[in-house]
T-cell receptor, first 114, second 113 residues
């Protein structure tokens, strides 16, 4: 079946750099996307979400960009900190359907060195 | 904020035994809950959708007789791994569907020896 995928499995950056994590999705019907952060042995932690009627959304130090034309999603983290080291997943959902689960991408491991 | 409590956080069991994992919504009612499984260095894979008062919907390839899901109340869903085998060792995570988003439990690390 269709699933969300990621371009890069690992990303290593220096503290203070900006990080960009990419995600490709294949379900053209998906209209709601979320980025999650997962630390070892813990459940996913919500970072930011975006609906398909938007192409950009900003949070604190994070920005999500959505390009529906090429079905691409990215997460930008400004001034990356060691505490940002974790695995990042994008997830998609067809929000118009009640009780629909999130489908997760493969994940990118972000490693921040100081 | 909305909290989903998952218990136990880790469990070790012998092959052939059954293990029950609980997922509770503490401050809201969850008509729908989802169960995921995550193997090391892999993504979360949806196992089933649990609806209060009705049978769960399982994803393709997930054995419904092995992974029993019960959602008898609006605040509790349980996943029972029956006749567990070492290959069932994994990280199991529940999630609740809310009007304004999803809330995840902290996960259960199951080790079958």
């Amino acid at each position: 079946g269709e699933s969300v995928g990621l371009h890069l499995p690992t990303l290593s950056v220096q503290e203070g750099d900006n990080s960009i994590i990419n995600c490709a999705y294949s379900n053209s019907a998906s209209d709601y996307f979320i980025w999650y952060k997962q630390e070892s042995g813990k459940g996913p932690q919500f970072i930011i979400d975006i609906r398909s009627n938007m192409d950009k959304r900003q949070g604190q130090r994070v920005t999500v960009l959505l390009n529906k034309t090429v079905k691409h999603l990215s997460l930008q983290i400004a001034a990356t900190q060691p505490g940002d080291s974790a695995v990042y997943f994008c997830a998609e959902n067809i929000k118009g359907r009640a009780g629909t689960a999130l489908i997760f991408g493969k994940g990118t491991t972000l490693s921040v060195s100081s | 904020g909305a909290v989903v409590s998952q218990h136990p956080s880790w469990v070790i069991c012998k092959s052939g035994t059954s293990v029950k994992i609980e997922c509770r919504s503490l401050d809201f009612q969850a008509t729908t809950m989802f169960w995921y499984r995550q193997f090391p260095k892999q993504s979360l894979m949806l196992m089933a959708t649990s609806n209060e008062g009705s049978k769960a919907t399982y994803e393709q390839g997930v054995e419904k007789d092995k992974f029993l899901i019960n959602h008898a109340s609006l605040t509790l869903s349980t996943l029972t791994v029956t006749s567990a085998h070492p290959e069932d060792s994994s990280f199991y995570i529940c999630s609740a569907d809310r009007v304004n988003g999803y809330t995840f439990g902290s996960g259960t690390r199951l080790t079958v020896v």
